[in-house]
């Protein structure tokens, strides 16, 4: 929406993430909600990851890391959100934005506003928000945005407490009163945030309070705020884990954050952690043979499978446009499972049963290392030939999902940044949406209208399996270059239990964009009808190397 701005006074979340580099251990996590119980506090203070998160990480990498490199201990900025129901001129502080169509922009044969809003804040800068409008031909176009710069005020970066409101608020229904307010208070906390842990200066953000005119007060839009809040924390941390790189966050580091996770809300979380042992036991060889050229032994942890950072392998990423010095990236998967746990841990909703789980482990390079031609048998005794080790995310997933589908789960969605022909197919910000079930995809599909994040569903053609098929082997890793995200999702199905499977989604999410569909899960999760029983659901977050 354009805008004029005045200074004045039972679920599971799996997630597939290998990492390159110098991380040299990998780690498996099982994070399970066992229940929520009912809340709703109203504080409406905000406060970004990272003072205590930055001391945290921090203190997970006491070791030293390559280059010697940790994370700053920065104290985050707190906003603090109000809703208030008071006459706009009579506000007081640094800037008060106002939010406009093209409808509010009208004027009468006078040239003054016909919006009562404008008009009100027109007469109190005496006749400058009208001239400054026409002057710069500002019209309330959408993406249009005009400032009135006020003397003897602060500048706009040292701003600490704003105002929005809407000049045709009067006219929006209650219940898109409150989304509006959620939407702005969101915008305000994602779009202050700046990483600057790897930075040897930074400089904090001025903005102190935010203020919402006109939009309502009381409870309900307390909650709503709040709400945002509690997401927008597991956003900001779930960047914050996409940012760091692989010399830090290594796959130990990150099972370390999702037990802190389960520590902080010990009330709805408990954690397990299984280390290499433990995951032969379970047969995992296709997630163990994707850690294998780490130097140092796989360790299952808190959280789904994911490649943390991925070189790929043997097969490694070579040319112009191969990114491999973002493959950072590659476990955005985890990073947004782990972020809506967190968010989860805050708002605890009543009656929901979640598992969360993360095997996490590098894609490297050394002389115990899977190669193209090796044969690993995955936990279900499906044997499979590696055609492809930087198509090492599916194989990761492969044991998780069937660690996954033995936890009694009803419902699996998989979230994950494979691959990149899903990436060439739809470009890089729409998901894409697998699953053979239709209420399955109407469920997430719908949840996605309200976060407000883009999926598309995508055919599973069977008749593609072919190219999956191998000589020596129950099949391949990858098949050709056509219909990669189709034939990468028909491999996942290989791996699950077909009672299972039908519930099953997979949404592949560019890898750069971070933290994707965390809004998306928190209304699946919380909203999802319970049938009058408690549901044990499991979205599954794969981040694929490829």
Known sequence: MPAIRLLSNSLTLLASTSSSSYYKSSCTS?????????????????TPLYSGRARRMAHSIARATLGLTQPNKIDPPKISFAAKEIDVVQWKGDILAVGVTEKDMAKDENSKFKNSILQKLDMQLGGLLSEASSEEDFTGKAGQSTVLRLPGLAKSSQASKVAITLASSEGIPAELKLSTASAIATGAVLGTFDDTRFKS?????????????????????????????DVCSGIIFGRELVNAPANVLTPGVLAGEATKIASEYSDVFSAKILDVEQCKE??????????AASANPPISSIYVTSPLVDNGGYNIKTGPGCSIELMKFDMGGSAAVLGAAKALGQIKPAGVEVHFIVAACENMISGTGMRPGDIITASNGKTIEVNNTDAEGRLTLADALVYACNQGVEKIVDLATLTGACVVALGPSIAGVFTPSDDLAKEVLGASEVSGEKLWRMPLEESYWESMKSGVADMVNTGGRQGGAITAALFLKQSKLEQVWRYFGLHYMPRWVHAILIPLLMKWMIFHPAVGRKQKLLIKEIMELS
């Not at 709703?40 to 905000?46: A, C, M, R, S």
């Not at 379970?282 to 850690?291: F, I, P, Q």
């Open 282 to 291: 379970l047969k995992m060889g296709s997630y163990l043979g994707v850690a």
């Open 30 to 46: 099982v994070f399970t909600k066992l229940q929520f119980g009912s809340i709703w506090g109203f504080p409406l203070t905000y």
């Open 201 to 229: 200066e930074s400089k904090l953000p001025a903005l102190k309070s935010v203020d919402i005119l006109g939009l309502g007060s009381g409870p309900e839009i307390e909650k709503k705020l709040k709400y945002a809040g």
